[in-house]
């Protein structure tokens, strides 16, 4: 293990010495911060700690090339701070990887779910195929705000009824409600949570017909 104070020109130039797996560099100048580096070249940042069950795990930042020295001496200042917090971070990092994205949410929960009670659920079905995957359907659950949820149905109004826009939301607002419920990785808040139905005026005006005038005319008299 070397301790060092770790340099720009240190971090591009230093290479593993010939037959070691690795080598380990830690910076005195940023507590726990270590640069790790492989026999084929590639370095990377790592923050190494001790978790709050004493046992002594590394975290890893990125790449070497991908953050200059300033900026990962910066992102390890960051994750000691969530540590002081209680925070555990190679948890929050599993949990992340876990959420699901809108797609595979939809067709591996979701529409099973559904399929066995709800007589709708191929109207469910069809709303999502044809509203929302094509929108969101590569994005993660825990990515959607309500900013999108403005942008989905303003250009859903354009096409659709006051009615259809509001099932669609209707629907939307269930199923992060089930991701919530089934206590899906990443989700904790429903993004449609305050998020208004749109009035529906299902009032349509009718003028009588030529007879219907005469009748009202006799009466009158």
């Not at 790592?46 to 990962?72: E, N, P, T």
């Not at 990443?186 to 009588?208: A, C, Q, S």
């Amino acid at each position: 293990m070397t301790k060092i104070v770790l340099t720009k020109n240190f971090v591009s130039d230093v290479q593993c010495p010939a037959g070691k797996a690795k080598l380990d560099v830690f910076d005195i100048g940023c507590r726990g911060l270590m640069l790790e580096v492989r026999p084929t070249g590639r370095a990377a940042y790592y923050l190494r700690y001790v978790d709050a069950r004493g046992i002594q795990r590394q975290h890893k930042i990125c790449d070497s090339r991908d953050l200059s020295l300033d900026l990962a001496r910066k992102e390890a200042d960051k994750l000691r701070a969530r540590l002081a917090q209680g925070e555990d971070i190679k948890q929050s990092k599993q949990a992340h990887q876990q959420v699901p994205t809108i797609s595979t949410f939809i067709h591996d929960r979701y529409l099973p779910f559904v399929q066995g009670y709800k007589k709708s659920w191929e109207c469910d079905r069809g709303l999502l195929k044809n509203h929302i995957e094509p929108l969101w359907g590569k994005r993660y659950l825990d990515q959607i705000t309500k900013a999108d949820l403005i942008g989905l149905f303003a250009e859903h109004r354009k096409t659709h009824a006051p009615a259809s826009c509001n099932r669609l939301l209707i629907l939307l607002r269930y199923m992060f409600n089930l991701a919530i419920r089934w206590e899906t990785p990443g989700i904790v808040k429903n993004p449609t949570t305050g998020f208004p139905l749109m009035k529906e005026d299902n009032k349509h005006e009718r003028f009588l017909s030529s007879a219907e005038r005469v009748r009202v005319f006799l009466q009158s008299r």
